[in-house]
């Protein structure tokens, strides 16, 4: 299976860029898995809401150009379905078995998801209702996709 996850910005803090890359070699056994990082729109720190709406569209369009037609997109979103580990896994699991091979999961910027984006997402996922910053939320989800990859595969891992 490919799995990819498309986030806003480049990261920057030395710590999540090596958490990540030891997840992702973790991962290796199990998926393929593929980074693709798409520019913020660089903006003011003070906006109007049109034009925060018109940064995240931008950055929606941005997303949604490395979106592949036949693609399983997952928007992690803070309204979104709130899974457990295991649902996780199932859910992955269940795409494998009918044959979809590209996942893709996708976390906004820093003002979020353009409404396009939710809108072409098969499932809104939730890690609850507290707001992450969007990169450290890239080290959370692929530590759960790779926990999720363990349970389907019957492995050990921390409880
Ligand atoms: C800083 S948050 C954006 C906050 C923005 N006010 C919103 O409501 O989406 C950046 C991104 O991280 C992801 N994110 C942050 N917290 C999350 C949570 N609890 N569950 C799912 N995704 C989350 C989402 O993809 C979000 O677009």
Known sequence: MHIQIIS???????????????????LGPYARITLTEVPDEKAPEVLSAAEERQVVAR????????????????ALAIGGELW?????????DKLGTYGTSHVV??????????????KRADKKLSFGRLTYPHQLMRLVLVEQIYRAMRINRGEPYHK
């Open 105 to 118: 999961f996708v976390i906004g910027g820093s003002l979020g998801l353009s409404d396009a984006v939710l």
């Open 59 to 74: 950055e929606g369009e941005r997303i949604l150009s490395h979106v592949k037609d036949d693609a399983h997109v997952v």
């Open 84 to 92: 457990s580990s295991e649902e996780l896994a199932a859910h992955i």
């Open 8 to 26: 806003v910005g480049k990261l920057k803090e030395k710590y999540l860029v090596q958490g990540i890359a030891e997840y992702v070699k973790r």
